[in-house]
């Protein structure tokens, strides 16, 4: 046992016991985990980035809707103003209000 080189045994039992095959299994497993981590962000990044669009185009739906619906009371409330416009230079007083509208014109 006097010229037993060490080095050389472990050598042998590291190869023997299969530690770069581990070590290679390892450094892919390694590498499939990461590349699953980035995959799972991906995707969650991917669908927040499509949950926002979503909300930006119900957002500019509502808006549009809004104004269509504003223009749509502006221009009644001129026709309306208009009519009453040619009773009064008709003679002819507009009937009261109804219950819980303000009169602009005639306030009490």
């Known amino acids: 046992m006097e ?9 042998a039992v590291l ?3 299969g530690l770069g095959a581990f070590a290679r299994e390892i450094a892919d497993i390694v590498s499939k985990v990461r590349r699953g981590v980035s995959t799972r962000e991906t995707n969650r990044k991917n669908d927040i980035i ?5 909300a930006i185009k119900r957002a500019d739906d509502e808006r549009d809707r809004a104004d269509d619906e504003r223009r749509r009371r502006i221009a009644w409330q001129e026709y309306a103003g208009l009519l009453a416009f040619r009773l009064r230079m008709a003679g002819i007083s507009p009937d009261a209000l109804p219950d819980g509208l303000e009169d602009t014109i005639n306030p009490t």
């Open 3 to 11: 010229n037993v080189n060490f080095v050389t045994i472990i050598v």
């Open 15 to 17: 190869g023997a016991g």
């Open 50 to 54: 499509g949950q926002r669009d979503a």
